[in-house]
């Protein structure tokens, strides 16, 4: 992108979408992290997602998917689109059951490995091209996750695998929306998210009834959970209509340090000084697959 594309009031405007959506996706964790200790994960999840599934279903029907032949049930891929749909339930379910074992700050670090798990798969299921830049990144983040998670560390390892498979889930996620790219529209996508997570959160909900039923204050903290992850995905769709998902994506960074500010301010529990160092490991092998290399920037400076 030149100078005067990333100075445009579009590029601008994307980047401040997407922050807020960084901070909603960061307040919705939080929020997550206060209520799973009395509510049990698949009555959340179901809450949460039957809130952005009406999101959904007014969003589609606004932009005409849902009139005529129904076109959103006639859209290409819906294997996959039901693949990625499940791989949401499993992110959404694993995180937050994860957050009952493990602090907000460290489970968000290992949830931020995923960029790099995107690129060890990358060659098997989209077969790109891994250049040794790339794998050292990776196994950075490796190194880093593991003073996160070191052995008489106090993060649990059940919460640690729990987040592993959250952290594989999002990957896979995100490995099928790259599939999919301008092949299917971004509100179907959601579309598809939003109904499939309902079901497959809503089925074992009955069998997990939460302990006492909710009081009016948690009852408006997981119903503006629900509405903040819906408000997320459709903000997220306006900002990459306004800026290359290649651009934005260093921002998603301030999720971290937002996670930092939470674990500390409203549960306490700061990071130690390894734990620390694990989480600074992970964003920096994480920025290098983001950020462009000198030899791409003396390029583009070359570039007439």
Partial sequence: MTAAARGSPDWWRGGLLFLCVVTLFATVDATAKHLVGRYPAPFLNAVRYGATLAVAVAMLAMSGQLRGQIRFWRTPHRGLLVLRGLMLAVVGT???????????????????????????????????????????????????????????????????????????????????????????????????????????????????????????????????????????????????????????APLNYFHLLLALVYSALWFGRWPDALALAGIALIVVAGLTQTLPSPAALSTKRGTP
Avoid: H, N
């Fill in 94 to 248: 694993c995180f937050m059951t994860a957050l009952l074992w493990m602090p907000l700050a460290e489970a968000t670090a290992i949830y931020f490995m995923a960029p790099l798990m995107v690129v060890g798969l990358s060659p098997w299921m989209l077969g790109e091209k891994v250049g040794p830049r790339q794998w050292l990144a990776v196994g950075a983040g490796f190194c880093g996750m593991l003073l996160i998670v070191r052995p008489g560390g106090a993060v649990s390892w059940l919460g640690t695998v729990l987040m592993l498979a959250a952290t594989l889930a999002y990957a896979m996620l995100q490995l099928l929306t790259r599939r999919m790219a301008g092949q299917v529209d971004a509100r179907v996508q959601y579309g598809f998210a939003a109904l499939i997570c309902m079901v497959a959160t809503g089925v074992p909900a009955p069998f997990f009834p939460p302990p006492a039923w909710p009081d009016l204050a948690d009852w408006l903290a997981i119903l503006a959970m629900g509405l903040m992850s819906a408000a997320a995905q459709v903000l997220l769709i306006l900002a990459l209509q306004r800026a290359p998902a290649s651009r934005l």
